[in-house]
């Protein structure tokens, strides 16, 4: 049973026939249903333009949540009480008109969340509609990503929204903030005192943040060849990921001190000027290979593609934060389509002792690294080094794992979606696992200046094979400073 209770309330999702809510969404709502975590009273208004039959809509939601959610998972009495929890409203959203139905179906005294699954063009007017029909002071509004594509862009979303709604009931999805393991990295560092005296430029030497994709752009080559790596991963959740391992500790769990930290360290990012991008920047794109022994077409071959993109679709960068705590730290981000498997990792590598006194051939394998894998088999692993046992090995040296594998540890409880988590804290009113606007803009800034400096020296992304780690520049990239990525080349 759940420990926590969750208030009843609204959920109007807007953009509910597009692919993130029929894939992600309603199985994440269906979830929250299915572990009681949803009010009794909870309802859920699918918005969307299409006309016709609103039953055709709500069996075609029926259908895609059957097909998103695991078969093991799908239980008949929790997905009739889903459905009944369901109606289908179709409407222009920049159609003030269509929003006094909407009135009628939130009905009296409920709280409204607004999620919208739709391009961020029509936020504003979304929520200007909510405002005129006196919706907003009890609407919390969630906002999918990309918000803009630079910092200009991005802005002009968040003024718009800011019209109407204050902060505290604008949550900004970053859906890397609601993976189990992402939230562990604030309790393994805030909770343990062993790691957080050690986090330090003293005693870490870098840190290497991977999110490698096995796919390639699936059927969303026009979004995509707008965004690019940088602005689609890079500009969101890596740099998400490196300020939680750089931030700070704050003074609570509060969603603003925790926020507060991660502007900091927005802030403190060294800019990468045009005369640095040759060597801190590599930009990719995929051509033709071959994933899982199957051939696969390149970036410009794909369905509705053009062959003239330069949209890169891979960048590794070395980030440096200017601060006490991480002078001298490099941070080597690395983000891939099209990579030889699906992995997010962290790992954090610690300086090797003062003094080394073991066998001098075995010093390459002396320095402890904290892994933190966020997919797949979530987990944390500490390599140690130990002994060999046996009475002949003498004191010869292996680095070994102390490991924390979540989905085994945890083997009974399943790991939940990041969209289940997001999805519970927006409806219980906490805001820790969303972002800030000064967030968004900071990260902006960072990553327009890289963007104007290609445009400046009209780099071209280097070609790699799909399936392999991205081009040869990527591994220069950090061999020229004595390292190499951790465990896959
Ligand atoms: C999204 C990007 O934000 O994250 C996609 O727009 C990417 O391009 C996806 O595929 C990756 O998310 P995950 O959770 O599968 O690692």
């Not at 500009?235 to 507060?260: E, K, V, Y």
């Not at 402890?368 to 088999?377: T, Y």
């Not at 400046?456 to 399936?467: F, H, Q, S, V, W």
Request: hydrophobic letters at 40%.
């Amino acid at each position: 049973m759940p420990t926590i209770s969750v208030d009843s309330c609204t959920i109007a999702l807007f953009g509910a026939l597009g692919d993130l809510a029929l894939r992600k969404l309603f199985p994440a709502l269906y979830q929250l249903d299915r572990a009681g975590l949803l009010n009794p009273e909870t309802r859920i208004l699918a918005l969307a333009r299409e006309g016709g039959e609103a039953q055709q809509h709500l069996s075609s939601i029926e259908q895609h949540l059957c097909r998103h959610v695991p078969a093991g998972e799908v239980d008949a009495a929790v997905l009739q009480r889903f459905l009944a929890r369901l109606s289908y409203l179709s409407m222009d959203f920049l159609e003030v008109d269509a929003y006094e139905t909407l009135v009628d179906q939130v009905g009296g005294a409920q709280s409204l969340i607004a999620y919208f699954a739709t391009p961020a063009s029509v936020y504003g007017g979304i929520c200007a509609n909510l405002a005129r029909v006196g919706l907003a002071e009890r609407t919390r509004v969630v906002l999918e990503k990309p918000i803009g594509h630079d910092l200009e862009s991005s802005r002009a979303v968040n003024d718009a929204v800011a019209e109407y709604f204050p902060e505290s009931r604008v949550y900004r999805i970053d859906h890397y903030l609601g993976k189990e393991t992402v939230q562990n990295l604030i309790a393994l560092r805030f909770a343990n005192s062993l790691f957080e005296t050690q986090w330090n430029q003293n005693f870490i030497s870098h840190v290497e943040i991977t999110v490698a994709e096995k796919v390639g752009i699936e059927g969303r080559w026009g979004y995509f060849d707008q965004a690019g790596q940088l602005r689609d991963m890079i500009q969101n959740h890596l740099l998400q990921l490196l300020c939680l391992i750089a931030m700070d500790p704050p003074s609570d769990l509060s969603a603003n001190s925790i926020r507060d930290e991660k502007v900091k360290v927005l802030k403190a990012l060294a800019p990468i000027t045009a005369e640095q991008l040759g060597r801190q920047v590599v930009r990719g794109q995929y051509v033709a290979g071959s994933s899982d022994g199957k051939a696969v077409p390149g970036y410009l071959e794909e369905e509705n593609s053009n062959t003239q993109s330069d949209t890169e679709t891979f960048v590794a960068l070395r980030a440096d934060i200017r601060n006490w705590r991480w002078a001298g730290v490099p941070f080597y981000l690395r983000t891939g389509k099209r990579m030889p498997q699906k992995l997010s990792q962290i790992v954090i590598h610690f300086k090797e002792p003062p003094h080394y006194i073991f066998a001098p051939e075995q010093r390459q394998l002396i320095g402890n690294k904290l892994i933190i894998r966020l997919q797949p088999d979530e987990g944390i692993a500490l390599q140690v080094m130990t002994k060999d046992q046996g009475l002949d090995k003498g004191m010869h040296l292996r680095s070994g794992p102390l490991q924390l594998n979540f989905s085994d540890t945890y083997r009974s409880a399943r790991i939940p979606d990041a969209y289940e988590r997001l999805l519970l804290e927006v409806m219980r009113g906490n805001q820790n696992l969303f972002v800030r606007k000064d967030e968004i803009e900071h990260a902006w800034e960072w990553c327009d200046q890289l963007i104007a400096g290609w445009k400046r020296l009209g780099d071209a992304p280097k070609p790699y094979p799909a399936g392999t780690w991205g081009p040869m520049g990527a591994v220069a990239l950090i061999t020229r400073d004595g390292r190499s990525w951790y465990g896959d080349l």
